[in-house]
């Protein structure tokens, strides 16, 4: 992520990368709307106005489940991790609030259960459950802290200057935009004094999902509808080949189900 955006012209990386985070925050980025979908624009919750909220935002199942990781190194996977911010900020005497992850609303029903029993557990003051209506980015806001198991929202938290806390494996804390804690005293030490937010050193998190690393200055595309890549033409194929194709997959994923059988 870093070489790809010192490779860009800064303004055109720092205009490509903010529009990620900031049509996600508007709620105009298709692919985000099936998490955002059930969230009303602008809704927080009511924070009196002394107190420091501690947000716990969960991590999709899907964004951790196929790393091959020693969970020990991690807080043992996020229903501990859980417990653990409940602890920290009971030690400082913070309002602790969970974000669960809209897509729970998805999931299977034991896996649902699992996690509603794990935030149980923790016993925060506030749990905006997969159904809340409350929008995550104006949550991100009301917190004075942000904590994270490496879900996507913390790189967004932190673009919208909050302090971010990351628990488990993420691929932005390296960027310097969220402090990684790697136990307990960590965690509540770095509840009571946060990092410095950083909205600059998120951006080049948004560029590659914006981009996804790719510049296509070099791909050209001419009137008749083909491609060139330096001296190589690049056209679609011939629509019988792509039947043949087809045809082919078919065929073999036949034989298959008739080998299996």
């Not at 969220?178 to 009571?192: E, G, M, N, T």
Request: net charge negative; glycine share 8%; charged share 25%.
């Amino acid at each position: 992520m870093k070489r790809m955006y010192e490779s860009w012209p800064q303004s055109e990386a720092d205009a490509v990368g903010s529009s990620w985070f900031l049509d996600r925050r508007n709620h105009i980025e298709a692919a985000n709307t099936m998490f955002t979908g059930g969230q009303t624009l602008g809704q927080g919750i009511n924070a009196a106005p002394n107190e420091t909220i501690v947000t716990y935002f969960s991590s999709s199942g899907d964004e951790i489940a196929e790393l091959d990781l020693d969970w020990a190194d991690f807080f043992n996977g996020q229903e501990e991790a859980v417990k653990a911010v409940a602890d920290a900020c009971a030690v400082h005497g913070f309002r602790f609030v969970v974000r669960t992850h809209p897509h729970k609303r998805f999931k299977p029903a034991d896996d649902v259960a699992a996690w509603h029993a794990a935030v149980k557990r923790a016993n925060p003051d506030t749990h905006l459950d997969e159904h809340s209506e409350v929008d995550s980015y104006t949550l991100m806001e009301q917190s004075d802290v942000v904590v994270t198991y490496g879900s996507t929202t913390g790189v967004e938290a932190a673009f919208a200057g909050r302090p971010v806390i990351v628990m488990g494996p993420s691929a932005y804390d390296e960027l310097g935009c969220a402090q990684r804690v790697r136990d307990r005293q960590q965690l509540i030490d770095a509840i009571a004094d946060p990092p410095i937010p950083s909205s600059t050193r998120a951006i080049p998190y948004g560029l590659m999902m914006k981009r996804r690393g790719f510049i296509y200055r070099h791909l050209v595309r001419d009137g008749a509808g083909s491609r060139r890549f330096g001296e190589v033409t690049i056209v679609e194929p011939h629509e019988l080949v792509r039947h043949l194709s087809h045809a082919l997959n078919r065929i073999g994923k036949w034989r298959l189900t008739r080998v299996t059988q």
